[in-house]
């Protein structure tokens, strides 16, 4: 049983084992079916390749057959041209005999048809070709930041190893237009050759700044070498030279701050592992240059890379051997420890920290080499990719991602297993591309395109350029290759005259959708991309959004909007500008969108395209607290509605007005003339721009004056805004409004980005100019009434007492309120207008020193020998002293204390002729050293003045009117005196007041008696020399033709108890020493006349008295 027991199990296990061979025998089968399938497979992929083959063998002998028929037709072509070079060139010939073999250069016309035309057309690609008058090959070309333009070298070979010695620089846009440099500074020739077998080029060009350049050259002083650089223009024109580096041990680079507007850094590598550097800042157009002092630092390896950062700092990665550091590997042998260190030059400061490791190796490694370094576009932070060559032979890529505290975030391995790598190029999508030359016939260099971890994405085939094996080439932000060769396009025929410029959009990344921003970090804005910016919403403040992919924090970067002139990309004004730490930036509670509030004046053209340009570090990451990258211009545009707002209309100009900061206007008092007319210009052109607004709506005089408003010396400006021409224009009110804003707003404004408008005070603004009605229209009625009211009072005055002269009192009034005008100009106004200062002390200090002598002049003579002026002074002493301290502003003030106002004894003042004499004298000079000047003052104030204000219009007012009564009351005073030495008047002689007659009776013992008749019967009776009429019925005065006091000092006064006088002597005759003959002769009209004469000292004032029918005259002689 046992036995039977184990036989079964035998049969079992051979079951089983029969059980899986059949298995084995069925996977067979289908493995050989798999097989099979295969073996079908490749059979159809190899009559595919066959088939394509063929294909590519049709399209080849199609491209041959063309290209055959098209250089037969380029031969044509050129024998064509051949024959017109030898014709002209028989004709130049003839023309420049005896001038050598000179040629001139033809200007550069780009060709947008190559002579080649291929029918094999990449979509992808977009090519021109540009024809030059002479060979010319293309040397370099490098890009301006971020989105060009290209500045290209090219060169002419005169031999193996020199070139011409001359620099032609082209600039090729993106929109293909092409735009050649006249760069004629003489660099030394030796720099176009090579040197030895140095291959370095000892001539560089970086682009700087957008319209600048830096050309390096090395030149030999003092038998010595230096590296120098020339500043240039895209006109060509020189800007600066600089003395680069005196250390030519290795030629030094520039290296362009992340904001071009920074500026660059120059730097060299000196022996001793010493890295030197210098700061520049950036070239403009207002001619502003700086230059730093020359720093050094140590590096821990001869390997080195500077880049900048996004911070405004730059970042110094240094790779070399660590001679004190090894580290024991079993088995292996003690090697040097490799190691890559970081140390950074940090913003404003210029603080160096100290260096970092970031990356380290202790296999056996020949070199280590640093590629790249750049800011790593999709994630925060920053990377290097480094090259080591391994002691086998094998090269590998290492991708060093660090921040920028110092700290390694992590390594990569990049999956490369090429040959060398030409460039690396970092996309700002992620990822990279590897330029390696291609030794492939029909591709000239291959693109290996690296996603951000390190795996090989695609390969991008350039196709072959002939005539060229390096070719410059590069990467715009977009994702757009760029590349120059010589020749044409896929063109085996040699053009040495003809280069190319060829563009690829590389579509397949490894990021699954391409960012339209140029930036991974934003999602979206508002408004977005093309999008329309509206000018009508009604809420307190306007605003834009940014919202970002994670979570950030405020930095110190700044977030500006541009308005594009004229629709050019390359002309953009400033409208605001600020950082987001500002009070108008706001961070959502999310902390991931943050919103810019606008000012008013920001959007204020209607239909009209603006652009928004974000720095880089606005702001920063919040895990990391690193620096995010911004948007570079013409990437988030937008325009603005065409709806116009409700403007108020102005038909007419208007004029306002800005002041100047006080250190600005002491240096602008310090100009002369000339110097501050183009000064104010200069602000004109650069408020002009602000708005901005054509020039030609805003103009200015270029007149100037002192603020009387404000104790520091600052100077205002005025500038006047036509009026506008067609509806579309900004309004002037507009304008007005606008700059007001901008310059109170200065910190956001562009007010503060140009160098003549950050001279202007903030706290001003940009007023609008008032006229003096506007400004002081009640004060202005209130004088206005005041003066009316006092002229209608004269006039009364002047009816109701005839004897009296009341227009003097106007007069005086107008002298006393001139003066405290005057003196209120000199304190406060004679400043304003620089060259009116001195001219108004003089016409104030001199005449009021001429008139206070003459005042107590005669106020002392007058008291010396005139006793019945004493007697009245005397009694009106109070009366004297205001108007002796009125004549100290001018002594016309005198003739108020005789002019008989309103009849008062107060104002009917004995004064002598003499005297009356010395005032009239006086009173013409002042009219000729005070009043006149002062009101010529006023004039020039007026015209020259750029803020008028009541004061000088006050005193305008009064030195005109006091001018126009002393003028022609003087002219017609001289009239009659003239017509008195000459003419014969009606006259009686009137008794004086009746206090002076009263003193005649007591003190003068020659007096007229009523009772002493002279008949006009022809008898006569005398008393005491009086003479009298016997009817003085017929008698009666009646008016007063004279303010001249009715008296005379030497003979007395004179007086008629009747009311009818006689201003002579008796017949006693009588002679004063110095006297004047004078004859009197009384005609009667009917009953003859009586005849009397005297000589002496006589007053000349008279008056008319006319009777019933007998008419009563004097004649008299001189």
């Not at 079916?33 to 390749?49: C, G, N, T």
């Not at 009508?536 to 700044?558: K, V």
């Not at 229209?777 to 009211?789: E, H, I, R, S, W």
């Not at 003193?999 to 009523?1010: A, G, I, L, V």
Request: glycine share 6%; net charge negative.
């Amino acid at each position: 049983e046992k036995e039977k027991d184990i036989e079964q199990e035998k049969e079992k296990e051979k079951d089983i084992e029969q059980e899986k061979e059949k298995e084995k025998d069925i996977e067979q089968e289908k493995e050989k079916e798999k097989d099979i399938e295969q073996e079908k497979e490749k059979e159809k992929d190899i009559e595919q390749e066959k088939e394509k083959e063929k294909d590519i063998e049709q399209e080849k002998e199609n491209e041959n057959e063309e290209q055959e028929k098209e250089k037969e037709k380029d031969k044509e072509q050129e024998k064509g041209k051949e024959k017109e070079k030898e014709e002209k060139g028989k004709v130049n010939d003839k023309d420049n005999q005896g001038e050598g073999q000179k040629n001139e250069k033809m200007p550069y016309t780009p060709s947008k048809s190559p002579r080649p035309k291929s029918t094999k057309i990449i979509p992808e690609y977009r090519v021109i070709s540009y024809v030059e008058a002479y060979d010319s090959h293309v040397h370099s070309a490098k890009s301006y930041y971020p989105n060009g333009p290209i500045i290209v070298r090219l060169e002419n070979h005169i031999n193996s190893t020199c070139d011409e010695p001359k620099l032609n620089i082209r600039l090729v846009y993106k929109d293909n237009r092409m735009q050649p440099i006249n760069f004629d500074y003489a660099i030394p020739d030796f720099n176009f050759c090579k040197q030895g077998n140095d291959t370095k080029d000892l001539i560089e060009i970086y682009p700087l700044e957008r319209r600048f350049f830096l050309v390096r050259y090395v030149q030999i002083v003092n038998e010595s070498r230096q590296e120098m650089g020339l500043i240039v223009d895209w006109d060509g024109q020189i800007f600066r030279e600089l003395t680069l580096s005196t250390d030519t041990s290795e030629l030094g680079e520039a290296i362009i701050n992340s904001n071009p507007q920074r500026g660059f850094i120059w730097i060299n590598f000196i022996p001793n592992n010493i890295l030197r550097w210098t700061n520049f800042s950036a070239p403009n157009d207002e001619n502003l240059f700086t230059q730093e002092t020359t720093k050094e630092s140590e590096l821990s390896g001869q390997k080195y890379k500077v880049f900048p950062t996004l911070d405004g700092g730059y970042g110094i990665v240094s790779a070399g051997q660590k001679p004190d550091a090894t580290e024991n590997v079993e088995k292996v042998p003690i090697v040097p420890l490799w190691e890559v260190t970081v140390k950074f030059i940090r913003p404003h400061t210029g603080e160096i920290t100290k260096p970092s490791v970031i990356y380290s190796i202790a296999t056996q490694v020949i070199d280590i080499n640093i590629e790249v370094c750049d800011y790593a576009y999709d994630l925060p932070g920053l990377a290097c990719i480094i090259r080591i060559q391994h002691i086998d032979g094998s090269i590998g890529y290492v991708k060093i991602q660090f921040l920028s505290n110092g700290s390694t975030k992590n390594t990569v391995k990049i999956a490369f297993d090429g040959s060398l790598v030409d460039y690396i190029y970092p996309l700002h999508n992620g990822g990279y591309i590897f330029s390696v030359n291609s030794n492939n016939v029909e591709v000239n260099f291959t693109g290996n395109i690296y996603d951000s971890n390190g795996k090989l994405h695609d390969i991008w085939d350039c196709p072959k350029m002939y005539g060229q094996t390096i070719t410059p080439h590069g990467v715009f932000p977009n994702n757009t290759v760029w590349m120059f060769f010589d020749g044409y396009y896929q063109s085996e025929t040699s053009y040495p005259d003809t280069w190319t410029f060829m563009t690829a959009t590389i579509n397949d990344l490894p990021q699954p959708s391409v960012n339209e921003y140029n930036n991974l970090n934003i999602n979206a804005t508002n408004p977005t991309i093309d999008g329309v910016f509206s000018t009508e919403i009604e809420t307190e403040t306007r605003s834009i959004n940014i919202t970002y992919s994670n979570t950030i924090l405020l930095s110190t970067g700044n977030i500006s909007i541009f308005q594009y002139e004229q629709d050019d990309e390359d002309n953009l004004i400033l409208r605001q500008s600020y950082q987001t730490k500002s009070p108008k930036v706001t961070l959502s509670p999310d902390k991931r969108t943050i919103t810019l509030n606008v000012l008013d004046h920001t959007f204020n053209m209607p239909n009209s395209k603006y652009t928004v340009v974000i720095d880089d570090d606005a702001v920063k990451d919040l895990s990391y607290e690193e620096p995010l990258m911004g948007i570079s211009s013409n990437i988030w545009r937008f325009s603005t509605d065409n709806k116009q707002s409700i403007q108020e209309e102005l038909k007419s100009q208007e004029h306002a007005l800005v002041r100047l900061t006080s250190d600005a206007s002491e240096n602008f008092d310090n100009l002369d003339f000339h110097q501050q007319s183009e000064f104010v210009q200069n602000l004109l052109h650069d408020l002009a721009k602000c708005v901005p607004v054509p020039q030609e709506r805003m103009r200015t005089n270029s007149h100037s004056q002192w603020d009387p408003d404000v104790d520091s010396k600052q100077i205002l400006l005025k500038f006047r805004i036509l009026a506008v021409k067609d509806e579309q224009d900004i309004s002037v009110n507009n304008i007005i409004q606008t700059l007001d804003e901008m310059i109170r707003d200065r910190e956001i404004s562009p007010i503060s980005h140009y160098p003549y408008t950050a001279l202007l005070d903030s706290t001003y603004g940009f007023r609008r100019k008032r006229n003096v009605w506007e400004k002081y229209d009640f004060k202005l009625l209130a004088v206005g009434a005041t003066l009316l009211l006092l002229g209608i009072l004269a006039i009364f005055s002047y009816k109701k007492y005839e004897d009296g002269n009341c227009f003097v009192a106007f007069k005086v009034l107008l002298i006393a309120l001139d003066f405290g005008l005057d003196l209120a100009f000199v304190l406060v106004h004679s400043r304003d207008v620089l060259h009116l200062y001195i001219p108004s002390l003089l016409t104030f200090i001199i005449p009021l020193g001429l008139n206070t002598l003459i005042t107590f002049f005669i106020l002392i003579r007058e008291l010396s020998n005139n006793t019945m002026f004493y007697k009245w002074f005397r009694t009106y002493h109070n009366v004297a002293a205001i108007f002796t301290v009125c004549s100290i502003a001018d002594v016309d003030s005198l003739t108020m204390i005789n002019s008989k106002l309103a009849g008062l004894d107060a104002f009917d003042a004995p004064i002598s002729p003499g005297t009356e004499k010395w005032i009239f004298i006086v009173s013409i000079w002042n009219f000729i050293i005070e009043d006149t000047p002062q009101l010529i003052i006023q004039i020039i104030y007026i015209i020259y003045s750029v803020n008028y204000s009541i004061i000088p219009f006050l005193n305008l007012v009064s030195a005109s009117l006091l001018w126009i009564c002393i003028f022609f009351g003087r002219s017609y005073h001289m009239f009659l005196r003239y017509q008195d030495r000459h003419q014969v008047y009606q006259t009686t002689i009137r008794t004086p007041s009746s206090w002076l007659s009263q003193e005649r009776h007591q003190d003068n013992s020659r007096h007229f008696n009523s009772g002493v008749n002279v008949g006009v019967d022809g008898g006569s009776n005398n008393n005491n020399g009086g003479r009298r009429n016997n009817d003085v019925s017929e008698y009666q005065p009646l008016e007063r033709r004279s303010s001249v006091p009715l008296y005379n000092s030497s003979l007395g006064p004179f007086d008629d108890a009747m009311g009818i006088g006689v201003a002579g002597p008796s017949n006693n005759n009588r002679t004063r020493s110095g006297s004047s003959g004078i004859s009197y002769e009384l005609i009667g009209s009917e009953h003859g006349n009586t005849n009397t004469s005297a000589s002496g000292n006589v007053n000349n004032g008279y008056e008319r008295v006319y009777g019933k029918d007998k008419t009563l005259e004097m004649k008299y002689n001189v």
